[in-house]
């Protein structure tokens, strides 16, 4: 299996998890990674040059899930507008479109240098933190997706989100020189994020969806079914 790997904080519990998981099971022979940003993941996913990955909700609507995704159940912190002059985070399908269907303008940023700037304390607008305070759910940014590995990914799934999963020390400070965030900050910060995509979860994402496609907003990979 052909893996998609996204090297955001947001993701460090999954690797870690999945790093341990694959010694136990038949993965450890077969796993292999391909790294990208969540919008070149998208394109990689859709081709089939990838097998799994954490893919941007608005283009996995179609795709094969079992209830794990990357989700802000308020605030996110990692997902923002900036009070600049408006620009789309070529990184990103989802929050881009996040930000149309909330009306907000500004530059959007996300991931690990949307984190660097919301911990230096620059003005913004949390669009996790807004979308709930105008829907009162939840915001899937992302789901993990499959083409044909159904079986192995339901059990990783399930497995992944049973129990707690425990950061070590050295991962910690391993993320910590990559991203430019302290130790502290990354362990704060991923109190904001879960990742089981319950009833309440999967509301919030049908509701999104719904309002892209009202507004006619959905981008065309949200077309192609995986």
């Known amino acids: 299996m052909i893996f998609g790997k996204i090297d955001f904080i947001n993701l460090l519990p999954f690797h870690v998890f ?10 450890h022979q077969s796993l292999h990674y391909h790294k990208g940003v969540p919008s070149a993941l998208n394109r990689e996913f859709a081709m089939r040059r990838i097998d799994a990955a954490f893919i ?6 179609n795709c094969y899930h079992f209830g794990v995704g ?16 408006d620009k789309a985070d070529e990184d990103s399908a989802t929050s881009n479109l996040l930000a149309q269907i909330l009306d907000v303008h500004g530059e959007v940023l996300i991931g690990d240098k949307a984190l660097r700037y919301y911990y230096s304390g620059g003005e913004h607008i949390d669009l996790g933190a807004l979308w709930h305070k105008r829907t009162g759910l939840p915001f899937v940014f992302a789901l993990l997706c499959t083409h044909h590995h159904t079986d192995d990914l339901r059990r990783l799934s399930h497995a992944f989100v049973s129990k707690k999963v425990k950061i070590p020390y050295y991962i910690l400070m391993e993320a910590s020189r990559r991203s430019g965030l302290t130790p502290a900050q990354i362990i704060h910060y991923l109190k904001f994020i879960s990742y089981k995509v319950g009833v309440k979860e999967t509301r919030g994402y049908k509701r999104f969806v719904g309002e892209a496609k009202r507004r006619g907003l959905n981008p065309s990979l949200s077309k192609i079914r995986y």
Request: no cysteine.
């Open 18 to 27: 999945i790093k341990r998981y694959t010694r136990s099971t038949r993965f």
């Open 56 to 61: 941007s909700s608005i283009t996995a609507k």
């Open 70 to 85: 990357i989700v802000a159940q308020r605030e996110v912190l990692s997902v923002l507008s900036l009070p600049n002059a």
